[in-house]
């Protein structure tokens, strides 16, 4: 069965910083591009980063520069390092699989970060 | 970058309806399109993907047409388990898009 779990959210004061984990499970982990995709409380889906099998990332203009996404196939692991955040970055953050062109079809079930001091 | 539009924005409906949500995708994305459902409190969950094909375990009350800029996902017959937002996603190219989302409530 394939699982993802999220780890690491919490309160953070403005220019904080916080690592985001993603545990994978029941798939060959190395295989996949993999994703981060955040939700604001009652707000539509804002992709953030992407990392191929290759090791090539992607990100949003909104946290290119402040956020690096990475993988740890060995362990499986998926993370999003956030640096100097801001209010605007308070969402929950899921991690997603990628099984082609972006399709998303396994998700975490999410880790909430607040910014706020 | 790659904008996407969805209408209505909410819509009410009754258990057994037709219901039916656009997608509009501002440059060309070929059949780069994904719908996606998701429930309060849930992660999304994927349902169509290149445009029109259904997602294994997806109910064949779910359909998905279009190419190009113009999209459509429709449920055939609305179930009680239906009720949710759904959004649409360009994969063509990064950064990659979401519509703002459709929700579907009860009547």
């Known amino acids: 069965e394939v699982q993802l779990v999220e780890s690491g959210g919490g309160l953070v004061q403005p220019g904080g910083s916080l690592r985001l984990t993603c545990a994978a499970s029941?798939?060959?982990?190395?295989?996949?591009?993999m994703h981060w995709v955040r939700q604001e409380t009652g707000k539509g889906l804002e992709w953030v980063s992407s990392?191929?099998?290759?090791?090539?990332?992607y990100y949003a203009d909104s946290v290119k520069g402040r956020f690096t996404i990475s993988r740890e196939n060995a362990k499986n692991s998926l993370y999003l390092h956030m640096n100097t955040l801001r209010a605007g970055d308070t969402a929950i953050y899921y991690c997603?699989?990628?099984?082609?062109?972006?399709?998303?079809?396994?998700w975490g079930q999410g880790t909430l970060v607040s910014v706020s001091s | 970058d790659i904008q996407m539009t969805q209408s209505p924005s909410s819509v009410s409906a009754s258990v057994g309806d037709r219901v039916t949500i656009a997608c509009r995708a501002s440059?060309?994305?070929?059949?780069?399109l994904v719908w996606y459902q998701q429930k309060a409190g849930r992660a999304p969950k994927l349902l169509i993907y290149?445009?029109?094909s259904l997602q294994s375990g997806v109910p064949s009350r779910f359909s998905g047409s279009g190419s190009g800029t113009d999209f459509t996902l429709t449920i055939s017959r609305l179930q009680a388990e239906d009720f949710a937002t759904y959004y649409c996603?360009?994969?063509?190219?990064?950064?990659?898009?979401f519509g703002p989302g459709t929700k579907v409530d009860l009547k």
């Open positions: 997603a699989r990628d099984f082609g062109s972006a399709y998303l079809d396994f």
């Open positions: 029941g798939f060959i982990f190395d295989r996949y591009v």
């Open positions: 990392i191929t099998t290759a090791g090539e990332r």
């Open positions: 440059q060309y994305i070929s059949t780069w």
């Open positions: 290149a445009a029109s």
């Open positions: 996603q360009q994969g063509h190219s990064f950064p990659f898009t």
